[in-house]
């Protein structure tokens, strides 16, 4: 006898399937609107931010990983053991793992990894953080052991960074164009100029995201971001212009997410080259700028006022505002010590980036006064990656510094604005080599007086992380100690 639906049954059977229907009319895609296209999507040979808001946790992982609060926990690497000396650390891996193309994770894929950021010929930007490690041995297939020349007080932050994502031999070659990795999302397609498409990985090894889509835009002009959300083109992003937060504050669609970040933003300035390698000029430059003016000019009061090249919120942070603190007539002394009585003329490069732009602005008409006179030249990044960070072709550039902890790059005469200072490089080796935080601390704090007394960069503001989102969306860090936009934790409400 074929089967009868009684009318309760055929009412609760309607029922099922309209709630089913409801059910999967919950959104389980995201779009997001960035403002910077990434130049690659390798993160292990790439320097720009923008690589790092795309994949970062999302497509690829590290044995450790870092979480909202800046905490290490564990990645890859569900647990690890430490030598008494501190220079072994011994990692046990997840199991079950694979790559988003099928390949199975394990030790040799660690060792890979690293082997190839220590390489002659790699192309980390960050591999000075690795050199440390003398060795990488694989005890069995999901059991890795480092043995460290010298103790690394950041060791395990740093494996989390996005520069020491695990890659695998298979495909780590095509990483930059067609990334493929561990994390909870897969790599569908770029198309440039356009959007990146993600795709939940459905055999991914640890609790599967409730997004099943997204998609990141680039959109590199405010008002077009600000057109995409009021359309509803885009659900959010991470960091929108300051300027027009007010369109979104009080809008019951949209919720505003006020955060800090790591992003020292600096008058980037090229020591290497006269006048700058002038330690008086240095000095000029630091007392012609207002820093509360740039603040309110370029980011509408929300940054917050620094020093030194260290976030405040970090616990290593001292305030070191007041150690040239604005005034013209200063400048003007110092340029007339420094042989410069009438100033001089110099070009600042500015990146698309509307913090950027605006204080570029404010800045040339500070300098103006004291007799320095500015060209501003508008650069797209790409440009400014080639020019600026790697060929060190210009006078003065803006930027936000987003990496966490990354006073270590003052210690490298060949970083593009060409600090070279052997009693500074002989203190970060120190630092670095201590695992002890009160000594730490204390070293950083000394740090952070140098660059502030040698007036290294112009030391601006820090910068704020201000996210634009439907008020539907949750799970979004509001703060950002680290590169990257994490998608496992977003989700839809009603």
Do not use: C
């Not at 006022?305 to 200063?330: E, S």
């Amino acid at each position: 006898m074929g089967r009868i639906l009684t009318g309760a049954a055929l009412a609760l059977a309607v029922a099922g399937a309209l709630s089913g229907a409801a059910l999967a009319q919950q959104p389980t895609e995201v779009r997001i609107g960035v403002a910077l296209e990434p130049p690659i999507l390798d993160p292990t040979a790439g320097a720009a931010e923008a690589i790092d808001i795309v994949v970062y946790q999302n497509i690829f992982e590290g044995l450790t990983a870092i979480d909202e609060n800046g905490a290490v926990q564990p990645g890859l690497a569900s647990s690890w053991t430490i030598s008494d000396d501190s220079l072994t650390y011994t990692f046990k891996l997840h199991e079950g793992v694979t790559f988003h193309d099928g390949t199975a994770f394990d030790a040799d894929d660690v060792k890979f990894t690293f082997e190839r950021i220590l390489a002659a010929d790699s192309v980390n930007a960050h591999k000075e953080l690795y050199t440390d490690i003398a060795e990488v041995s694989v005890v069995d297939p999901f059991t890795v052991s480092f043995t460290l020349s010298k103790p690394v007080g950041l060791f395990l932050f740093n494996l989390g960074r996005g520069d020491a994502v695990i890659v695998a031999p298979e495909s780590a070659g095509n990483n930059a164009t067609t990334p493929i990795g561990t994390g909870p999302f897969a790599f569908v397609q770029w198309d440039k100029g356009n959007r990146v498409l993600l795709e939940r990985y459905e055999p991914y090894w640890g609790e599967l995201p409730a997004l099943t889509k997204a998609s990141y835009r680039f959109i590199g002009d405010t008002a077009a971001m600000t057109s995409a959300l009021l359309a509803g083109d885009i659900d959010g992003t991470n960091n929108f212009a300051p300027d027009s937060l007010a369109v979104f504050e009080g809008n019951p669609q949209f919720k505003v997410l006020v955060g800090t970040t790591e992003g020292e933003t600096i008058l980037g300035t090229n020591n290497r080259k006269p006048p700058f390698d002038n330690l008086k000029v240095r000095q000029a430059m630091a007392h012609a700028i207002d820093r509360q003016a740039i603040i309110d000019g370029a980011t509408y009061g929300y940054g917050t006022p620094i020093g030194a090249p260290f976030a405040p919120h970090n616990a290593y942070y001292t305030d070191l505002t007041g150690t040239y603190p604005y005034d013209p007539d200063a400048a003007k002394a110092l340029l007339a010590e420094a042989g410069y009585p009438d100033g001089f003329n110099a070009t600042l490069k500015l990146p698309p980036l509307g913090y950027a732009r605006l204080s570029g602005q404010i800045i040339a008409s500070q300098f103006a006064a004291v007799g320095i006179k500015l060209e501003l030249i508008n650069v797209e990044f790409a440009q400014w990656l080639q020019d600026v960070y790697t060929n060190h072709d210009f006078d003065l550039t803006i930027i936000s510094h987003v990496e966490p902890f990354d006073i270590g790059n003052y210690a490298n005469p060949d970083y593009y604005f060409g600090y070279d200072n052997p009693d500074f490089q002989a203190l970060i080796k120190t630092l670095n080599e201590t695992v002890d935080d009160a000594k730490r601390k204390e070293l950083a704090i000394e740090a952070q007086t140098i660059l502030a007394k040698d007036a290294v960069n112009g030391y601006l503001f820090e910068l704020a992380q201000t996210g634009v989102w439907n008020a539907k969306l949750a799970g979004m860090w509001q703060n950002s100690p680290i590169e990257g936009l994490v998608l496992r934790g977003i989700y839809w409400v009603e």
